[in-house]
């Protein structure tokens, strides 16, 4: 058991392995956000009607700007963790930049009124904690946030940005402003103002940093953003020539309102908003040719949409002797020959396989042509209905792909076409899928997803086609032999009530209510260990099931059940009483003698372990022999599997399963 | 785990082995070996101490075995007694087994002798016993002593084969005609013999056959929890339902052989060390030291931290120094020894019905993980009968149960759908994890059943929308190629064609194969892949014909084309500047500045890239390329040079790249790129750029900045050239840093 945990990380080495792409190219592939809020009076205004209830609506713009920041970084820290964000408040009173670099001559007064109040780079502890003062000390927030009496040159302001990016960011893929202002027409009065933040937005846009604008309205001064005075002339679309053109979806944010309307708060439409573009869209894979037929193909993006985030692996901290400040020791691995310890280059290694205690080996072409199945491809071998697909038939998290033009033109709409045509008789496509050069080959079922929207029409789930690796026959594990009782059918009426009770919320699982509750206390502990805060004693649990409520809803109807069960119980056991003989291990006898536990009103009492006779010792058991000393005498076969039983670990020789056990009664002890 | 096997092969080696029958390429004994080798070399790769096997020639041109003095037991030589076989034995073997001059020897004595080698070897142990014999039975055979060797196979187990080279088998569909009197004798014989102790009796063709279709390892379940099934909480109401479950995995991925790396020894050379099989160094290595001349390749880790003082500005580390933590950002967060768990998150197995969703709304692009089934506790009959009626209920009000379960103690919680599941003699639940919260991306793509334009317009009509002709064609192609009666099942009834138990890992299978195979025939090229394994990897022909009409249709409904490759031949200064929202003419405005517009612009290091990039709109002769060209190198020069560490290297990276990628898009401008890459080369690693530069010199490589290629661009080098510039330095470079 307890190495089945390397076993999976081997695992994932392995994949990983054949995942790593080597077409990477030529950019880092990481994503660093700049954050530019606007620091103005009407940004500094509070929303006249808020709601004195609700703190949420009583932030002003630029404030509910800098939590929604301050969240961002939080979640980034854990979801993106190598990449980068900064902070920079324009049109604030006070100015400043980069710290030091006299090399080069920038100071603080090179850009008036630009505020770096975060450089971009992976965030680190203090930058957080600097965020959060902010936004929660009003007195600190005071002080910086004061608007400048004279107005901001916005070419400034994107200089400024241009300058930091080209710094701290250098070579990465995906770089981001996400500007939020509430200003639609800076340097109403001078053309030429106008005209270089123009030149220094094209800067920008030939540097390769993308601008997101995050635009707010005040309709209680009955003020509505407008693009179209200036800030289009700022950012750059894909296609702009074409008026048919798909608009990005990314635009479709709709100016977020200052105060509270239909319940929803400035912060929180920004939160969404944000959140909704905080995650680059990294293709997994580009143009995968898809092959619908022989002789048509067309070309697919791959994207991971789902994939489970796992709290960060330990790693080595060198503390310095002369510095309380812990370094990240950063780790390099390089291959050495076993014989004489010399360094190895790629190329030099060979590949062999372990075989009758000796290895097989091939030369590089030789494995290179043994597994080579083709060049990558998506091909549809025909098509099922759905219900052939059993719920089992799963291995990994699926991929979803979505067409793109850029090999094939044309490629959009017969994948629309098809779609649809899967969507509306619910089949899928049976597939021969090689995701990239060299991978294994694997039959992929192709599944059709609906586009999913929120009821404010926010896309929650992109439409697309799902990609599912099926398992083979070797991934298949034989279901365990069992002695099947059916429930007679007043026992599945009564279940039945029961399971109407309980429905989740609109009958599906939403998976956005339920934050994974290990990974969230991780870094909750972890931020406060780098902050140097007081451990949070209680963990924030959303996946426990509302005890009061099910105990409401069905209690009476589990009791019900529980009788039925009793009832139905006996009668079955009077019925095949003639026809079970006791085994010779005596297991049926044991049966009789002590109460199977399943049934409702479960209490403590109730909790009696039954072990096949042949591979358990019962709690009781376990209990006595614990209570006279005696769990040396028992078998270790027997300590395991009660061990595991308690979901115990199961490791170590048989002094530690007594331990263990020893362990597990006293501190039930005082429990019971 | 696997129990105690014992198999002894009798392979007939007689003279008539080395006829080749019925137009086949290999002799009679090279077609039996190949069943005969997979067989072994199956038993070889699983690397069990306790699966023995035994190898008995029959018609040998020697005699050894253990009643080798009698005559009725000429012939017959025991080549490898019961053991596990191992390679050395396996190149022994084949040596062994090869087709000798003789017709004499007995098939049952052979028998005899292997009975004997099992019931010497396996006494009265736990063992499972089998004889395989392959024989093409032409020489004659005494069969007198029949009845005890029958008695004698089942009273110790004894499992019989026997296959027989051309052997008829009215079951499986062949019959040789011509046969002669003393093979048709015999193999009634063997027949009878097989019948009586309840053996195997093939042909052999149909063994040959069917090593094409892998076999799938059992694996023994274990299960991965064991507990309660609970709804409500039993420590808190007496409300509360729990039911003594078992979980077990339905689908684990299988996963091929993975190969281990080597090297070729040092003091070898590289032509020594090409024979195709070899001894792992170390203990298992043949005493004389005869090793392959591989050494195994180890990864060494080494660790730096950040050191102002240090050259280079890193320093390295010993793993001794450093202590266990986390980053949290670009933070250090360490952690003490004694401290190690408090980022725990505590938990004690369980496993609890949090409610219950709809099936027709789930989406199955949620499923997460591997698939695991959930049973009652066996043995408990009222756990089974309680857990049957969630089942049922489940099953008939089309519903799932979305449960929290902690496999072990302290392990993270997990949500996982309960999916009903009712067949004749099996009732259980089956599970796959469900995602997180945190584990959804946001990713957002336009609708594909209509299109929003920038305008705000919604339409239904549009280029990237399928028109009705191309919906009906997919619609039309689509039921065309239904797959879910084109199979065949046992009984030749239609059936689901592509059913997952009828597909193989073609990976695990491929290198399976390909390593037995060159155990046995080391100078032998790999065999083709089995056919069940690439059955998949195209429409079945049968019914893509069928379909062909359609497709037609489809294809031309679709009227997909390719883009053609990059048009090439840009004429510099020509490419459509990109605008803004507003279609702003910015190349106007930028004319306006006058540190920008003239042609001898100067760029300005801090926007070296957006000038280079706009400078390049207006250039129109080579000479401005190269100018533009030389004024960004020396920027680039000037940051490697003012680097301190590799601070710089990121810029200057970028830099190059965007140099490059410009420069492959004129297509005539390979030189001025390639000029200053070699430039670069040069100087950087002669010291010319303020000092030791190989860490970036490194980058230029991962990021495949070399020169520019022929095929990307005009006057562009070969590949050869390209590789040789990229690899041919750092050698250099370590060699003289020696």
């Known amino acids: 058991m307890s190495d089945s945990s390397n076993y999976g990380h081997g695992d994932e080495d392995e994949d990983e392995e054949e995942e790593v792409v080597d077409e990477a190219g030529y950019k880092t592939s990481k994503d660093a956000v700049l954050f530019a809020i606007d620091v103005s009076d009407s940004m500094l205004t509070k929303p006249d009607d808020a709601d004195p209830k609700r703190p949420d609506t009583m932030l002003s713009p630029t404030v509910a700007a800098l939590k929604c920041a301050y969240a961002l970084m939080q979640q980034r820290i854990i979801s993106n963790p190598s990449d980068m964000m900064g902070i920079l408040l324009f049109g604030t009173e006070k100015s400043k930049f980069q710290d030091g670099d006299v090399e080069t001559g920038r100071g603080g007064l090179q850009y008036p009124h630009c505020y770096l109040l975060t450089d971009l780079d992976v965030p680190a502890a203090a930058d957080v904690k600097q965020l959060r003062g902010l936004v929660e000390d009003e007195e600190e927030a005071a002080d910086l946030l004061v608007a400048s009496k004279e107005e901001v040159s916005m070419a400034n302001v994107l200089f400024c940005a241009n300058q930091i990016f080209t710094t701290m960011a250098p070579n990465f893929s995906s770089r981001r402003l996400f500007l939020v202002t509430d200003n639609d027409y800076p340097h109403a009065s001078s053309r030429d103002a106008r005209n270089s933040a123009a030149v220094r937005a094209k800067d920008l846009y030939d540097l390769g940093v993308t601008i997101e604008l995050f635009p707010i309205s005040h309709p209680d001064r009955g003020y509505t953003f407008d693009r179209s005075k200036f800030y289009n002339d700022i950012v750059y679309s894909a296609t702009p020539s074409d008026p048919d053109a798909p608009m990005p979806l990314s635009a479709d944010i709709k100016p977020a309102s200052s105060t509270a309307k239909d319940g929803i708060s400035l912060l929180q439409s920004l939160l969404s908003s944000v959140a909704s573009r905080s995650a680059p869209q990294r293709a997994l894979i580009r143009n995968l040719p898809f092959e619908v037929g022989p002789g048509l193909k067309i070309s697919v993006k791959c994207f991971i949409l789902i994939k489970r985030q796992e709290p960060k692996r330990t790693s080595y901290i060198y503390l310095p002797p002369d510095s309380d400040k812990p370094q990240i020791a950063v780790g390099s691995s390089t291959l050495v020959a076993d014989d004489t310890a010399r360094s190895v280059e790629k190329a030099e290694v060979r590949k062999a396989y372990k075989f009758g205690g000796e290895t097989i080996s091939f030369t590089v072409e030789e494995l290179a042509k043994i597994k080579h199945f083709g060049d990558p491809v998506l091909r549809i071998i025909g098509f099922k209905p759905m219900s052939m697909l059993p719920i089992w038939a799963n291995l990994k998290p699926l991929t979803l792909c979505y067409p793109s033009e850029e090999e094939f033109i044309g490629s959009t709409r017969v994948f629309s076409a098809l779609h649809q045509k899967l969507l509306r008789d619910q089949k899928m496509a049976l597939a021969w899928y090689i995701p990239r050069r060299n991978a294994s080959p694997v039959l992929a079922a192709i599944i059709p997803g609906a586009e999913s929207r929120s009821e404010e029409g926010e896309q929650q789930v992109p439409p697309g086609l799902w990609i599912k690796p099926l398992p083979f026959a070797d991934d298949i594990r034989q279901t365990p032999e069992t002695n099947l009782v059916p429930a007679p059918d007043p026992l599945t009426d009564a279940m039945r009530v029961i399971v109407q009770q309980l429905q989740l919320p609109k009958a599906i699982y939403d998976p956005r209510k339920y934050p994974n509750p290990s990974l969230q206390w991780f870094y909750r502990i972890l931020q406060a260990l780098a902050l140097e805060e007081d451990i949070p004693s209680v963990p924030e649990d959303k996946t426990l099931p509302r005890w009061k409520q099910i105990h409401k809803r069905a209690g009476g109807y589990v009791v019900e059940w529980g009788q039925v069960l009793d009832e139905q119980f006996r009668m079955w056991q009077r019925d095949n009483e003639k026809h079970v003989k006791p085994t010779t291990n005596g297991a049926a006898k044991r049966t009789k003698a002590e109460p199977p536990s399943a049934g409702a009103g479960g209490g403590k009492a109730k909790k009696v372990k039954h072990e096949d006779g042949e591979e358990g010792v019962t709690d009781a058991g376990m209990r006595e022999a614990y209570a006279t000393d005696a769990l040396s005498k028992v078998l270790v076969a027997d300590l395991k599997a009660w061990l595991q039983g308690k979901g115990q670990k199961v490791v170590g020789k048989k002094a530690d399963l007594v331990d263990a056990v020893t362990k597990y009664f006293e501190t039930k002890m005082d429990v019971d | ?738």
Request: charged letters at 25%.
């Open chain 2, 1 to 738: 785990m696997a129990g105690k096997e014992a198999t002894v092969y009798i392979v007939d080696c007689g003279s008539t082995m080395g006829e080749k029958s019925h137009g086949r390429s290999q002799t009679n004994l090279d077609w039996a070996l190949e069943y005969v080798w997979d067989k072994i070399t199956t038993t070889v790769a699983t690397g069990r101490k306790m699966a023995f096997a035994g190898v008995v020639g029959l018609r040998t041109d020697g005699t050894e075995n253990l009643l080798d003095n009698e005559d009725d037991y000429a012939h017959i030589t025991v080549f490898q007694e019961l053991g596990q076989v191992l390679m050395p034995q396996l190149r022994k073997l084949r040596q062994d087994l090869v087709v000798s001059g003789t017709d004499g020897g007995d098939a049952i004595s052979a028998l005899v002798i292997a009975i004997q080698m099992i019931v010497a070897t396996c006494k009265k142990l736990q063992f499972q016993r089998r004889i395989v014999l392959v024989t093409d039975g032409r020489s004659a055979m005494q069969a007198d002593d029949l009845g005890d060797i029958t008695s004698k196979l089942k009273e110790d187990s004894i499992e019989l084969v026997v296959l027989g080279v051309d052997f008829d088998d009215a079951e499986y569909g062949f019959k040789e005609e011509g046969k002669d009197a003393t093979k048709a004798e015999n193999e009634a014989i063997l027949r009878q013999l097989c019948d009586d102790c309840s053996g195997v009796y093939g042909t052999l063709v149909q063994a040959v056959d069917e090593l094409g279709v892998p076999r799938v390892k059992p694996t023994k379940p274990v299960p991965s929890y064991r507990g309660m099934l609970t709804l409500g909480n039993p420590e808190e109401y007496d409300t509360a339902l729990a039911i003594d479950v078992e979980r077990y995995p339905r689908t684990m991925k299988a996963n091929p052989a993975s190969a281990s790396k080597f090297v070729i020894r040092s003091d070898m050379a590289a032509g020594e060390a090409t024979q195709s099989t070899h001894t792992i160094d170390g203990e298992e290595a043949a005493p004389n030291g005869t090793n392959d001349g591989l050494a195994a390749v180890k990864t060494a880790r080494t660790y730096q931290v950040d050191d102002e003082n240090a050259p280079g500005g890193k320093r390295d580390v010993d793993r001794d120094e450093l202590s266990k933590g986390y980053e949290y950002g670009r933070t250090a967060v360490h952690i003490s020894e004694s401290d190690q768990n408090v980022t725990l998150y505590e938990t004690s197995p369980s496993f609890d019905i949090l409610g219950f969703v709809n099936k027709n709304q789930y989406e199955r692009y949620l499923d997460m993980s591997r698939s695991n089934v959930i049973v009652a506790q066996r043995t408990n009959d009222k756990a089974s009968m309680a857990l049957s009626s969630l089942i049922h209920a489940l099953y008939e009000l089309e519903s799932y149960a979305v449960a929290r379960l902690v496999m072990k103690q302290n392990k993270e919680p997990r949500i996982v759908l309960l999916a009903p599941n009712i067949e004749p003699d099996l009732e259980c639940l089956y599970d796959l994890e469900l995602p997180f919260a945190e584990d959804m991306r946001s990713y957002r793509f336009p609708p594909l059943d209509r299109v929003v334009t920038v305008s705000g317009k919604v339409l239904t009509v549009h280029r990237n929308l399928p028109n009705d002709d191309l919906q009906d064609a997919m619609s039309e192609y689509v039921d065309s190629m239904d797959l879910s009666t084109f199979g065949q099942d046992d009984a030749g009834q239609p059936a689901e064609y592509g059913a997952m138990d009828e597909t193989y890992s073609i990976m695990l299978h491929r290198i399976n194969q390909v390593v037995k195979h060159r155990a046995v025939y080391p100078d032998t090229d790999p065999p083709p892949p089995y056919e069940v394994l690439t059955r998949y990897s195209q429409q079945p022909s049968e019914l893509a014909n069928t379909a062909h009409p359609s497709l037609s249709r489809l294809i031309q409904a679709a009227d997909v084309k390719k883009v053609p490759p990059k048009a090439r031949g840009r004429r510099y200064g020509r490419k459509d500047a990109p605008k803004p929202l507003s279609e702003l003419d910015v190349g106007a405005l930028l004319a306006q500045d006058s540190k920008r517009s003239s042609k001898q612009a100067c760029i300005d290091p801090k926007n070296a890239i957006p000038e280079f990039k706009q400078l390049l709109q207006h250039a129109e002769e080579l000479p401005q390329l190269r100018a533009a060209c030389a004024q960004l190198k020396a920027i680039i020069f000037d940051w490697i040079r003012h680097s301190v560490g590799d601070s710089g290297y990121g810029r200057a990276v970028e830099a190059i790249r965007v140099m490059r990628e410009e420069m492959a898009e004129v297509s005539v401008a390979a030189a001025p790129y390639n000029e200053f890459m070699r430039e670069l080369k040069g100087t950087m690693l002669d010291g010319g750029l303020g000092g030791e530069r190989r860490e970036m010199w490194y980058r230029v490589r991962v990021n495949r900045l070399g020169l520019l290629l022929a095929g990307e661009c005009d006057g562009g080098v070969s590949e050869e050239e390209g590789r040789a510039f990229l690899s041919a330095a750092p050698v250099a470079a370590a060699a003289a840093a020696q």
